[in-house]
């Protein structure tokens, strides 16, 4: 299992290095030449340099901080660039590599500073918030932990631009179709091979996207369909096993939901990770209500 972080990160350089990425780098030359918001680039520029950014690397599992498989995967739609560390930020910016030793000195920069960003940034200190309630709620014999996983690789600010370089509509992307599966495939794969109790996307986007790949019914068709066991959660294939998923917004910044939807959100997780964990046969979770905030 400590492997399939090494392996997802040699997976993603591979197809970086062997896939066509000419005909997207000059797609962002039509995009709106409009400022990103907040921002004093346009998209074209923040596109451009974009392409040139070495992708997501995803981090290794640490146990003590609750960073691991067979717990809670949470999904995002790509990574941001939100970068204080000027070196490391430049670092990023070095795609593609020149060498092997050059490229493996790098990957290890970047996946550090990857380990760092779960720890200290506001986006991920809110993950582990969420698992904190969640542990507190649950208190199982052995505390939950988590995982996150972005569905693309792109580093960027502005998902606008990703939406906008793809043809986003209604989960579904309208070009480059080959290059956003890809990405989408991997990704999905990844989460099997984490093998999580619960599946919960907390992007709008993302979950749009996800919603449309696995052509999930809507709440009303969900309640009346037998297929689905629970009329409060999804089940989504992936290969030959299927995985409890929730959809959601963001749980933190500026778009993220407010505070009694994150509350009922902690919950209904909550209600889930009961249902998986008794239904498997691995222990028993007894909910304590009194465990709010």
């Not at 066509?20 to 596109?47: A, S």
């Not at 340099?49 to 640490?62: A, G, I, K, S, T």
Request: net charge positive; glycine share 4%.
């Amino acid at each position: 299992m400590a492997n399939t972080v090494e392996w997802v990160n040699e997976e993603i350089l591979k197809y970086w290095q062997e896939s066509k990425l000419q005909d997207i780098k000059k797609e962002c030359g039509n995009l709106p030449n409009r400022k990103i918001k907040g921002k004093e680039k346009t998209w074209k520029e923040e596109c451009e340099e974009m392409m040139h950014r070495w992708p997501l690397l995803y981090p290794p599992f640490q146990e003590e901080k609750k960073i691991g498989p067979e717990g809670i995967v949470f999904v995002g739609f790509n990574p941001s660039f939100n970068i204080e560390d000027e070196d490391i930020k430049n670092i990023i910016g070095t795609f593609p590599f020149k060498n092997e030793k050059d490229r493996e000195r790098l990957k290890k920069k970047i996946i550090d500073s990857e380990a760092n960003a779960w720890e200290n940034y506001r986006y991920f200190k809110e993950i582990h918030k969420v698992l904190e309630r969640i542990n507190e709620i649950c208190n199982p014999e052995k505390p939950f932990t988590f995982y996150h996983v972005d569905l693309l690789f792109m580093r960027t600010t502005s998902q606008k631009i990703l939406e906008n370089l793809f043809k986003i509509r209604e989960g579904n992307p309208g070009r480059f179709e080959e290059f956003f599966n890809a990405q989408f495939d991997r990704s999905l794969l990844f989460i099997k091979k984490l093998n999580p109790k619960l599946i919960v996307v907390i992007n709008a986007l993302a979950s749009k996207v996800i919603e449309a790949r696995f052509d999930l019914p809507s709440l009303n068709e969900t309640v009346l369909n037998t297929f689905y066991k629970k009329p409060w959660f999804y089940e989504i294939p992936i290969g030959e096993e299927k995985f409890p998923l929730l959809l959601s917004g963001m749980v933190s910044g500026g778009r993220a939901i407010d505070n009694y939807s994150k509350e009922r959100l902690i919950w209904h997780m909550a209600l889930v990770l009961k249902e998986v964990v008794e239904k498997s046969g691995k222990g028993k979770i007894i909910l304590d209500n009194k465990k709010r905030r």
